[in-house]
C-alpha cells in the first residue's frame, strides 16, 4: 500500500507512581538519580506540555494511558499473598526493589512500547505492530501484556492492523522496541528501508536488543529482505550509557542523524537521496550525547515539509551542543528548526523526547480506523492536564511506595482516565 501518509507520535503519559528508584542498569541518568525525589505531578504536566507543542506544530498527536501501578498481580506471581497494604509490606521488606519494580511508571517511554512497520513496507499492506517483551529488566518485562492490550484497542481494525504477541521471553528474543528501529524513505507513504539495530555487550553494561530478536520482527512483519538492514550497535557506545540505539541516532524520513560511534561497522546505505550526518566525537563526545540526550531529540517533518529537531533543554545548555545544533540547521541538510523542550523528570530517569514517544506511520485510511479517543485535541489536552491536576502527587520518594493510599489514588486516576479516552475496561482492576 502506497500514497498519502503521514507520521502519528503516540506518547506515554507519565504514570502517578512516577519515580526515581535507579533499577535501569546501564542508564546512567536513571542511575544517577536513584531514591532522589520525583515529582509526578510536574513529569506528567511536562509530557503533555510537549505532546500539546507538536500537535500545534501541525503533528498529529495521540496519547498511551499509564499501566496499573503497583502491579500487585506480579507479586502474586512470585509467592506473595494476602490483601493489597500486606503485598506491599512483605515485598518490601524482602527486597525493596522489588517493591519499587511493580510500582515503576517506566510504560512512560512508549518508544520502547513496540516495533512498528507501515503498510507501505509490508506484504500484506497493513500496519503491523510487536510489543516488546522488555526481558532485559523485570521492571519492563511487566509491560508487555498491558502493552498489547493498549494497541489492540487503540488500532483496533484487522483489515488495517497486524496485532503480534510479544517475542518469547528468552534471552535469545530480547526485545526493546522501536529504540532500536528506524525507518528511512523518501515519503512517509512510500515503500521505505527498515534499520534494525542489534547488540553486543560491551565490557560495562550489556546489550538488550539482540539480532534474533529483530530478524524475528522483520518476518513477523512481512518484510521484504532487500528493505531491512540489521546493524550492530557499537560496544563502546553501549559501554558509555547508550543502552538503546536512540540515545546515539536518530532518523526522518531521508535523514539520518548519528553519533560516529554508535555503529560498529560503516553503514551499508549507499543512496544518493539518503542525507546521513554522522557527528564526529571531537564536536560531541559520547558523554555529552549522552548527558544531553542530543539524539535522543524527536526529528520530524512539519506540514510545510521541512524538518525540525525537537530536543531537550539540557542540549540548549551545553555550549558545544547548542552550537553544533545552530551550524546544522544553517546548513544544507532538510534539518531547518530546532525546539528545546522541558522534560527534565523524565530525562532524570533516562529519557528524552524520542524515549516517550511511539512512531506510527498512517495513510489518512488507516488514521481514520485510529480509536478517535486518543488523539490529542485542545479538548482532550484541557481534560488530562485537569485529570492530573486532580489526582497526581507532588512529591514522591522511596518510603511513599509503603502508602497503601497509593494504591488507591493511582487505580482512582487510571479508572476516571480509561473513561476520558473512552478506552473501556483496560486495566485488570477494572475487570475483576
Avoid at 16 to 33: D, E, I
Avoid at 93 to 106: F, G, N, R
Avoid at 175 to 201: K, M, P, S, W
Avoid at 367 to 378: C, F, I, K, T, Y
Amino acid at each position: 500500500m502506497s500514497g498519502r501518509a503521514v507520521e502519528m507520535n503516540f506518547d506515554g503519559l507519565v504514570g502517578p507512581t512516577h519515580n526515581y528508584a535507579g533499577l535501569s542498569f546501564g542508564n546512567l541518568a536513571s542511575a544517577r538519580h536513584a531514591r532522589s525525589v520525583s515529582n509526578p505531578k510536574q513529569a506528567a504536566l511536562e509530557g503533555l506540555a510537549k505532546m500539546k507543542f507538536l500537535a500545534d506544530l501541525g503533528i498529529p498527536q495521540g496519547v498511551l494511558p499509564p499501566h496499573e501501578r503497583p502491579d500487585l498481580n506480579a507479586l502474586r506471581r512470585i509467592g506473595f499473598h494476602g490483601d493489597d497494604a500486606k503485598l506491599v509490606q512483605d515485598a518490601a521488606c524482602h527486597d525493596s526493589s522489588l517493591l519499587a519494580s511493580v510500582y515503576s511508571a517506566s510504560a512512560m517511554w512508549a518508544a520502547n512500547a513496540a516495533t512498528v512497520s507501515p503498510s507501505a513496507d509490508t506484504v500484506d499492506g497493513r500496519v503491523h505492530f510487536t510489543p516488546a517483551n522488555l526481558i532485559s529488566q523485570f521492571h519492563r518485562s511487566l509491560e508487555a501484556r498491558q502493552t498489547s492490550r493498549i494497541l489492540r484497542a487503540i488500532f483496533l481494525r484487522e483489515k488495517h492492523f497486524a496485532h503480534h504477541d510479544p517475542l518469547p521471553a528468552a534471552a535469545r528474543f530480547g526485545d526493546e522496541g522501536a529504540a532500536n528501529h528506524t525507518r528511512l524513505c523518501a515519503e512517509f507513504g512510500q515503500r521505505g528501508i527498515e534499520l534494525f539495530v542489534y547488540g553486543v555487550t560491551g565490557l560495562r553494561f550489556p546489550a538488550r536488543q539482540t539480532l534474533a530478536a529483530s530478524q524475528a520482527i522483520a518476518r513477523l512483519h512481512q518484510l521484504e529482505p532487500k528493505q531491512t538492514r540489521f546493524i550492530q550497535q557499537s560496544p563502546k557506545a553501549i559501554d558509555a550509557g547508550a543502552f538503546h540505539n536512540d540515545v546515539v541516532a536518530v532518523g526522518n524520513r531521508n535523514v539520518l542523524l548519528y553519533h560516529e560511534a554508535a555503529y560498529e561497522n560503516a553503514l551499508d546505505l549507499a543512496d544518493k537521496d539518503l542525507h546521513l550526518i554522522s557527528v564526529s566525537a571531537n564536536r560531541i563526545s559520547l558523554q555529552d550525547a549522552v548527558e544531553t540526550y542530543l539524539f535522543n531529540s524527536q526529528l520530524i517533518t512539519l506540514p510545510d515539509g521541512s524538518m525540525s529537531l525537537i530536543a531537550p533543554i539540557e542540549c540548549a545548555e551545553r555550549e558545544n551542543v547548542r552550537a553544533f545544533v545552530d551550524e546544522l540547521i544553517a546548513g544544507s541538510s532538510p534539518i531547518k528548526s530546532a525546539h528545546y523542550l522541558d522534560v527534565r523528570q523524565s530525562m532524570h530517569n533516562g529519557g528524552g523526547p524520542a524515549c516517550l514517544r511511539l512512531r506510527v506511520v498512517l495513510t489518512d485510511e488507516e488514521r481514520a480506523r485510529v480509536h478517535s479517543g486518543v488523539v490529542l485535541d485542545e479538548s482532550l489536552y484541557v481534560n488530562l492536564v485537569g485529570w492530573v491536576k486532580r489526582h497526581y502527587r507532588e512529591r514522591l520518594e522511596a518510603v511513599d511506595l509503603l502508602d497503601p493510599k497509593l494504591i488507591d489514588e493511582s487505580r482512582a486516576a487510571l479508572d476516571e482516565l480509561s473513561q476520558i479516552l473512552r478506552l473501556g475496561s483496560i486495566y485488570d482492576f477494572q475487570r475483576a
